[in-house]
């Protein structure tokens, strides 16, 4: 059997890994378009620091692809699939069968149209270990750094900077930072923290026009406003990577749709991580949850189906964040609407514990350097459980196992079904 990997990060290797533990024979070739062996993608801001080392970025080491035979070709961009002779197409024009193929090509940093904003030297995303290098190389501590996007990678990257140059400056459309995973409280909170560091903010504009000459020396903001700039990174979003499934004629929405199994429309293609949508339980719609662990077990998942037959289903998910931002940790779960006062339930400058209670059952949850109750209040959320039936308030703060009744914290500490 010859099982081919398109993308060597965490939805791939896990394939590969699950493939090998039930496949000893088959051959396993993974293809990535990267220079790098796989690395910890949350990691690129912490080599941008200098807190990580380029010898710990490392997500599997060489003995991982040895000891399973696992084939990877770097700098090797898949061009094509084509899905009728089973087979794809390499950048230097090589064609590689497959009888199983995984896509797991992740994300895609999205650059919006703006004027003058092309062919600049010192314009930078911050998605891969490459651009952080590139970045790490370009700065210095004169460097007058603008960011576009105040959502986590635009966040990372100002981390990943501070101390290192002159001026860093965030901007965003929206009104708050992290927009999309945080309401208004945490968002302020972060904020204000990230401010204490020097680093400014400017919400509610976005980039009207890029000036320079082969170099960006300035950005002119929609409210009229310049600012000078050495050093451009465009952080607005990320898009899943669905230009090869599509082209094959795979069915793809706002990404590449997979059946419980991973499998895509097409028998013998499957996919996994960042480029699919994948079932969100709170929701209850399809989602694309750009999470590592996510990417991760649908990988895993992928890989033991394109092994064995379509016999594992993929775990259901939510989104979740969980990061920290110049020492603040916060963790997200969840449908966490909107903020009211009654859902706020400690708050302090440094710190904030919202929980969103809907209808007798937890739905989700905003922690601020007060996260050790995360993982009891993901549980409740997973087994739906109606915050009724719990001994005591989980709004109150000293909560533990002991929020459940008896006999159904024995089966959650001893894994008893009765
Ligand atoms: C700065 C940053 C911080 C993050 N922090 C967190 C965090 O704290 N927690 C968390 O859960 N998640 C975090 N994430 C998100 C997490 O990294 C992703 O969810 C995860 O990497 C997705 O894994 P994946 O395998 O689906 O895709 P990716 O990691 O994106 O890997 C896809 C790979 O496929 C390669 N590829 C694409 N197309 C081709 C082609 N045609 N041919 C060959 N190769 C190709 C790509 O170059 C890439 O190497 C962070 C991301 C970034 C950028």
Same mark, same amino acid.
Request: hydrophobic content about 40%; glycine content about 8%.
């Given at each position: 059997?010859?099982?081919?990997?398109?993308?060597?990060?965490?939805?791939?290797?896990?394939?590969?890994?699950?493939?090998?533990?039930?496949?000893?024979?088959?051959?396993?070739?993974?293809?990535?378009?990267?220079?790098?062996?796989?690395?910890?993608?949350?990691?690129?801001?912490?080599?941008?620091?200098?807190?990580?080392?380029?010898?710990?970025?490392?997500?599997?080491?060489?003995?991982?692809?040895?000891?399973?035979?696992?084939?990877?070709?770097?700098?090797?961009? #898949?061009? &094509?699939?084509?899905?009728?002779?089973?087979?794809?197409?390499?950048?230097?024009?090589?064609?590689?069968?497959?009888?199983?193929?995984?896509?797991?090509?992740?994300?895609?940093?999205? +650059?919006?149209?703006?004027?003058?904003?092309?062919?600049?030297?010192?314009?930078?995303?911050?998605?891969?270990?490459?651009?952080?290098?590139?970045?790490?190389?370009?700065?210095?501590?004169?460097? &007058?750094?603008?960011?576009?996007?105040?959502?986590?990678?635009?966040?990372?990257?100002?981390?990943?900077?501070?101390?290192?140059?002159?001026?860093?400056?965030?901007?965003?459309?929206?009104?708050?930072?992290?927009?999309? *995973?945080?309401?208004?409280?945490?968002?302020?909170?972060?904020?204000?923290?990230?401010?204490?560091?020097?680093?400014?903010?400017?919400?509610?504009?976005? *980039?009207?026009?890029?000036?320079?000459?082969?170099?960006?020396?300035? *950005?002119?903001?929609?409210?009229?406003?310049?600012?000078?700039?050495?050093?451009?990174?465009?952080?607005?979003?990320?898009?899943?990577?669905?230009?090869?499934?599509?082209?094959?004629?795979?069915? +793809?929405?706002?990404?590449?749709?997979?059946?419980?199994?991973?499998?895509?429309?097409?028998?013998?293609?499957?996919?996994?991580?960042?480029?699919?949508?994948?079932?969100?339980?709170?929701?209850?719609?399809?989602?694309?949850?750009?999470?590592?662990?996510?990417?991760?077990?649908?990988?895993?998942?992928? !890989?033991?189906?394109?092994?064995?037959?379509?016999?594992?289903?993929?775990?259901?998910?939510?989104?979740?964040?969980?990061?920290?931002?110049?020492?603040?940790?916060?963790?997200?779960?969840?449908?966490?609407?909107?903020?009211?006062?009654?859902?706020?339930?400690?708050?302090?400058?440094?710190?904030?514990?919202?929980?969103?209670? #809907?209808?007798?059952?937890?739905?989700?949850?905003?922690?601020?350097?007060?996260?050790?109750?995360? !993982?009891?209040?993901?549980?409740?959320?997973?087994? &739906?459980?109606?915050?009724?039936?719990?001994?005591?308030?989980?709004?109150?703060?000293?909560?533990?196992?002991?929020?459940?009744?008896?006999?159904?914290?024995?089966? &959650?500490?001893?894994?008893?079904?009765?």
């Amino acid at each position: 059997m010859k099982y081919v990997i398109i993308g060597n990060s965490a939805a791939g290797v896990n394939a590969a890994d699950a493939i090998r533990k039930n496949d000893k024979k088959g051959q396993i070739t993974i293809i990535s378009n990267e220079e790098f062996p796989a690395y910890g993608r949350p990691l690129i801001s912490y080599y941008l620091s200098g807190k990580v080392k380029p010898e710990n970025m490392s997500y599997r080491d060489a003995s991982f692809y040895k000891s399973r035979k696992i084939d990877v070709l770097l700098n090797t961009e #898949v061009t &094509k699939i084509d899905s009728k002779n089973k087979k794809v197409i390499t950048s230097g024009g090589k064609k590689i069968d497959y009888d199983k193929l995984l896509i797991a090509t992740g994300s895609v940093p999205f +650059v919006p149209p703006t004027n003058g904003l092309a062919n600049q030297e010192n314009v930078f995303t911050f998605l891969t270990y490459g651009e952080s290098r590139r970045l790490k190389t370009a700065v210095n501590k004169n460097s &007058k750094v603008v960011i576009v996007g105040a959502g986590l990678i635009g966040l990372k990257a100002a981390e990943g900077l501070f101390g290192q140059v002159a001026k860093i400056t965030v901007l965003d459309l929206a009104d708050r930072v992290m927009a999309s *995973v945080l309401d208004k409280p945490a968002a302020k909170l972060i904020q204000s923290h990230i401010e204490q560091n020097d680093i400014d903010f400017k919400l509610g504009v976005s *980039v009207a026009e890029v000036v320079g000459e082969k170099k960006v020396s300035k *950005v002119v903001l929609s409210n009229g406003e310049s600012l000078l700039c050495d050093i451009l990174i465009v952080a607005v979003g990320v898009r899943p990577n669905v230009a090869l499934a599509k082209e094959s004629g795979i069915k +793809v929405n706002r990404a590449i749709i997979v059946d419980e199994y991973m499998q895509t429309s097409q028998k013998d293609i499957y996919a996994a991580g960042d480029c699919v949508e994948s079932w969100d339980c709170l929701a209850n719609a399809c989602k694309v949850l750009a999470l590592w662990p996510n990417a991760s077990n649908q990988g895993e998942t992928a !890989g033991f189906n394109m092994s064995v037959g379509n016999k594992q289903k993929a775990p259901v998910s939510f989104a979740m964040n969980a990061i920290s931002f110049f020492g603040l940790q916060l963790i997200s779960a969840g449908i966490i609407g909107e903020a009211n006062k009654n859902s706020i339930f400690d708050r302090a400058a440094n710190k904030l514990r919202r929980l969103n209670i #809907v209808d007798d059952k937890l739905l989700g949850y905003v922690l601020i350097n007060d996260t050790q109750r995360a !993982g009891i209040y993901t549980a409740l959320i997973n087994d &739906k459980t109606k915050l009724s039936s719990l001994e005591y308030d989980i709004t109150k703060k000293d909560i533990g196992l002991s929020v459940y009744p008896k006999a159904s914290r024995v089966c &959650k500490i001893w894994g008893q079904t009765k």
